[in-house]
T-cell receptor
């Protein structure tokens, strides 16, 4: 069966510091992968998606970036965090019939 | 731009009350419709989905949703809620042939025991 992992689970970072969040998927090959940010009252905001290695589509202009160095690995990064980057970050893969399967998420607090 | 609108951001009900959460999506073609649920401390997970056929779909834990094409709506219902239904509910839409799923802002449901 398919499993999706995210780490770290929680992260507290100072403003201006770099960021790297990792997501890996097991049990499937060549998945479509997604990064979302969940903020209270704003639902899930799609940040990036990827349909294959090295292929990244950005949905929202901001100081975040994403990379997909391997088929089942998706990384969310920033060179310098802003206060507004605080939130709950979810990785997901798209299964049959467009169903999204979500990881446990990373709670990021930028101070 | 494609969008999903959920009518209520916070709902408080007593146990055994009936539930209906509204969801509307913007027109953009043939759609797949979803309700996802996030229970406290758990992953966001699929509650039910509509792709085609019977517009009334049934999901886990007694939930159902009705797709009304003419109204671009996909409302979620449950005849009698339980305390364990306390969660955040998200309506979502994907368009056939697309890569993205669009989510609504979510509705926080609190059920009083």
């Amino acid at each position: 069966s398919q499993t999706i992992h995210q780490w770290p689970a929680t992260l507290v970072q100072p403003v201006g510091s770099p960021l790297s969040l990792e997501c890996t998927v097991e049990g499937t090959s060549n998945p479509n992968l997604y990064w979302y940010r969940q903020a209270a009252g704003r639902g899930l905001q799609l940040l990036f998606y990827s349909v294959g290695i090295g292929q990244i589509s950005s949905e929202v202009p901001q100081n975040l970036s994403a990379s997909r160095p391997q088929d089942r690995q998706f990384i969310l990064s920033s060179k310098k965090l802003l206060l507004s980057d605080s939130g709950f970050y979810l990785c997901a893969w798209k299964g049959e019939g467009d169903t999204q399967y979500f990881g446990p998420g990373t709670r990021l607090t930028v101070l | 731009a494609q969008s999903v609108s959920q009518h209520n951001h916070h709902v408080i009900l007593s146990e055994a009350a009936s539930l209906e959460l509204g969801c509307n999506y913007s027109y953009g073609g043939t759609v797949n419709l979803f309700w996802y649920v996030q229970y406290p401390g758990q992953h966001l997970q699929l509650l039910l989905k509509y792709f085609s056929g019977d517009p009334l779909v049934k999901g886990i834990k007694g939930f159902e949703a009705e797709f009304i094409k003419s109204k671009f709506s996909f409302n979620l219902r449950k005849p009698s809620v339980q305390w364990s239904d306390t969660a955040e509910y998200f309506c979502a839409v994907s368009y056939t042939g697309g890569f993205k799923t669009i989510f609504g802002a979510g509705t926080r449901l609190f059920v009083k025991a």
